[in-house]
């Protein structure tokens, strides 16, 4: 099975600064078809998860263009460039590769 | 608008069986496949199932395996997960998930989940 760590676990961030957010996977996520099965949710308060970035960089509908995600076979990056208050929540990496699997997730508070 | 609609969530002893719904609106159902994911209180997230559009491909996760049973009906927009032998360890919130595609590929649209509690 394939294995999502994320890091850090706990993100304070001042408003306006930027958040980094890595997912590493046990096992190479870039399938033959040139795509990485890689993808980022967010979960706020509350509320249901929301796609945010799929196939490792790709902007969902209505995502802002502050986040950015990128990453190679198997490290992974989701860049907030300026967080806001609105951004708070929990951040999931999920591989798609082999059936789906989760990180742990990394909860992003406003300090 | 795109709505998911999970149902037939509650309280129910270790052992006994429990029969989720998914209702779905706003798009063609048949035409996308269909995932369960939950998650525990104060847990992450698991992926529990997922169903192709015609039913062709089902996968599950080894934690449910043989007790669960996922479907759809494509006549009346739902899906459904059987669960069986349930035991405290599957205590969560349930959510039904769209995929982007027909076959199993990755989730673009969650309901807002229904609980289930397994508890004597």
């Known amino acids: 099975d394939i294995v999502m760590t994320q890091s850090p676990l706990s993100l304070p961030v001042t408003p306006g600064e930027p958040a980094s957010i890595s997912c590493r996977s046990s096992q190479s996520l870039l399938h033959s078809n040139g795509y990485k099965y890689m993808h980022w949710y967010l979960q706020k308060p509350g509320q249901s998860p929301q796609l945010l970035i799929y196939?490792?960089?790709y902007r969902a509908s209505g995502v802002p263009d502050r986040f950015s995600g990128s990453g190679s076979g198997t490290d992974f990056t989701l860049k907030i460039s300026r967080v806001e208050a609105e951004d708070v929540g929990v951040y999931y990496c999920m591989q798609a590769l082999q059936t789906f699997t989760f990180g742990q997730g990394t909860r992003l508070e406003i300090k | 608008e795109m709505q998911l609609v999970e149902s037939g969530g509650g309280l129910v002893q270790p052992g006994r069986s429990l029969r989720l719904s998914c209702a779905v609106s706003g798009f063609t159902f048949d035409e996308y496949a269909m995932h369960w994911v939950r998650q525990g209180p104060g847990k992450g997230l698991e992926w529990v199932s997922s169903v192709s559009w015609n039913s062709g491909r089902i996968a599950y996760a080894d934690s449910v395996r043989g007790r669960f049973t996922v479907s759809r009906d494509n006549a009346n927009n739902s899906l459904h997960l059987q669960m069986n032998s349930l035991t405290v360890d599957d205590t969560a919130l349930y959510y039904c998930a769209k995929d982007i595609s027909g076959l199993p590929y990755y989730f673009d649209l969650w309901g807002q989940g229904t609980l289930v509690i397994v508890s004597s």
């Open positions: 196939l490792g960089s």
